[in-house]
């Protein structure tokens, strides 16, 4: 039997497919191997959001192709897409799909084993109008099962290289979404993270269709599903509909993650972001109040080209303000082939620095503030693993519906179940609880055998 090893670099996207590559060699009778044992086949999924992203991709096909020079090297994903002749040049590498036709990637292996001949299968992504349906029927190694929407953006931020990797807007037929979620839950998850490249874009492409209506379906068509989280959605994208959905909402989160990018109206103009602080502010309070305590997490990029410290300090009050429950900050890295990278006025790397850990500090404060209003309350929390700073401690960790990462006292067979649980002291990154009741005892196929 022939053996595949599959390395995923990159985001939630990218891990997703790479389970839906594994699905269709799956199905050809191949066997998966880990990527550091002998294989026949290597994939690698590649990502390319930072020039680091190019060069560790480079790194992981070199350390694929000494591994095992005679195995066949397939390379796919976003930096394959946008830079196919670059990957061909290292030489080993056998085939070359960018982010779109991945399920030739069979017929393009057979082919090369015949001809022995370098195969490039990228083509142009932005005349690309339709979603590559691909199935996910179950992850290998996950509690929370990822469950793709949509493909592409159409936004073009001035320092993101993605609509080049992954083309124009496309949504999921809502009915394969559907169908895919019934699958996953009858699998044993009770979580589904709606994700995609642009994830609170969904339905723009689709004649009277939206966001909220595949909410809406979701929870009245998924048999057994507990938990929707949407990956991240715009502040404009929070419309009156979709707040008006999660509120009714008995499944969708009470968790929202809302990229901010910057606080400050002159930087966004320059990153070419659509909207105000005004406006980002309008949307989020109108979130909070038809959904109170909820968990509103961002990311943050500091010291893009220009930024004063005035501009750093304005984006700094608006989080201070609007309590954000945890922030993802980066330092702005520039991208070969953005409008950024060649604007004027890079900001010096201490200065990024600097700012980095001043909203770090930050958020450690906002999360601690978030978490403190939860002590001596129960919270439902889906058990993921043993807790990791002590893995001998009887004690396992998971997340609560609005992402607190909570430690408990807990049992192998709780893990993907949800869980009652009441916080004693809260903290951050960990909030410690202790075990009021299993809520659900269905067999769990997630819980009995992959983890
Ligand atoms: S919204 Fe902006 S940052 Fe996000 S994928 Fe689109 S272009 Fe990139």
């Known amino acids: 039997m022939s053996t595949v090893a599959f390395y995923t670099l990159g985001c939630k996207v990218n891990h997703y497919e790479t389970e839906a590559i594994w699905q269709l060699f799956k199905e050809n ?3 998966r191997v880990d990527f550091e044992k002998l294989a026949d086949v290597y994939v690698i999924n590649t990502c390319t959001v930072t020039n680091t992203g190019d060069k560790k991709s480079r790194q992981v096909i070199r350390r694929a192709i000494r591994r095992n020079p005679d195995a066949v090297i397939c390379v796919t994903g976003c930096y394959a897409q946008t830079s196919p002749a670059e990957i061909l040049a290292i030489p080993g590498v056998d085939i070359v799909i960018g982010t779109q036709d991945r399920p030739k990637m069979l017929t393009y292996i057979e082919q090369f084993k015949q001809e022995r001949t370098p195969i490039n299968g990228v083509k ?17 190694d ?3 099962a990822s469950l793709k929407i949509q493909e592409g953006c159409n936004n073009f931020c001035t320092f993101c290289i993605i609509p080049w990797a992954r083309g124009l807007m496309r949504s999921r037929n809502p009915q394969d979404v559907i169908t895919q979620a019934q699958q996953l839950v009858d699998a044993g998850y009770r979580e589904i993270v709606l994700t995609g490249i642009h994830t609170g874009g969904y339905g723009q492409d689709l004649k009277d269709y939206t966001l909220a209506m595949l909410l809406q379906d979701l929870e009245a068509q998924v048999k057994g599903l507990k938990r929707i989280r949407i990956s991240s959605i715009e502040a ?3 419309t009156d509909e979709v707040i008006e959905t999660i509120e009714k909402s008995n499944i969708v989160v009470r968790h929202m993650h809302v990229p901010l990018q910057s606080g400050s109206d002159t930087v ?7 909207y105000t602080m005004a406006e980002f502010a309008e949307r989020i309070n109108k979130l909070k109040q038809a959904m109170p305590q909820v968990a ?3 990311d943050v990029i500091v010291g893009f080209p220009g930024e004063t410290e005035e501009e750093f300090m304005e984006t700094y009050r608006f989080i201070e303000e609007h309590k954000f429950a945890e922030l993802h900050v980066f330092p702005y890295s520039k991208r070969t082939g953005t409008p950024a990278a060649r604007m004027e006025d890079q900001i010096d790397e201490d200065v990024k620095n600097d700012r980095v850990q001043r909203l770090i500090v930050l958020s450690d404060q906002l999360a601690k503030e978030y978490a ?6 129960v919270l439902e929390v889906i058990p993921e693993e043993k807790y990791k700073e002590d893995p001998n401690s009887g004690l396992y960790e998971g997340y609560s519906d609005n992402y607190l990462k909570v430690v408990f006292p807990a049992t192998e067979d709780m893990i993907g179940k949800i869980v009652r649980v009441k916080i004693t002291k809260s903290g951050y990154p960990y909030n410690e609880a202790t075990f009021v009741r299993v809520m659900d005892e269905i067999t769990s196929e997630v819980g009995a055998t992959a983890l």
């Open 296 to 298: 509103i997490t961002s």
């Open 268 to 274: 966004l103009k320059r990153m070419r972001r659509k």
């Open 372 to 377: 403190s209003q939860f002590e001596n309350e």
């Open 236 to 238: 404009s994208q929070l």
């Open 124 to 140: 142009n992504i932005m005349k690309n109008r339709v979603y590559e349906e691909m199935d996910v029927p179950s992850f290998t």
């Open 142 to 144: 996950r509690t929370r």
């Open 29 to 31: 009778g191949y066997n």
